[in-house]
Nanobody, 123 residues
């Protein structure tokens, strides 16, 4: 069914922009069923929802990150991306893309997650 795979750098220097890509197969990112989302997990912080792009291209961002976050998509390649600017060591985390039925309120049995990718911010 739906499968997702994150890709991007494992190491980013402070002040740079982190760019991650999520490649989707098994469903079109334009299909009116899922929100296409980014979230991250770091020790002691739990899972932090970052933002999403909907099937019509509408974007949604966490208030705490929206000034630094940009989510976009390439429908021709069925991919969506995350850009996080001005990164600091506090942005070190495992980053996940996910197809979610709900924007961020609840998990759903039909949600599908990528395996995650570790990103370290360090000079």
């Amino acid at each position: 069914q739906v499968q997702l795979q994150e890709s991007g750098p494992d190491l980013v220097k402070p002040s740079q922009t982190l760019t991650l890509m999520c490649t989707v197969s098994g469903a079109s990112i334009t299909a009116n069923y899922y929100y296409w989302t980014w979230q991250r997990r770091s020790p002691g912080k739990g899972l932090e929802w970052m933002g999403a792009i909907a099937s019509d291209g509408s974007t949604f961002y966490s208030p705490s990150l929206r000034s630094r976050t940009f989510i976009s998509r390439d429908t021709s390649s069925n991919q969506f991306s995350l850009q996080l600017s001005s990164v600091t060591p506090d942005d070190t985390a495992v980053y996940y893309c996910a197809a979610r039925i709900n924007l961020h309120d609840y998990d759903d049995e039909n949600d599908r997650w990528g395996p995650g990718t570790q990103v370290t911010v360090s000079s």
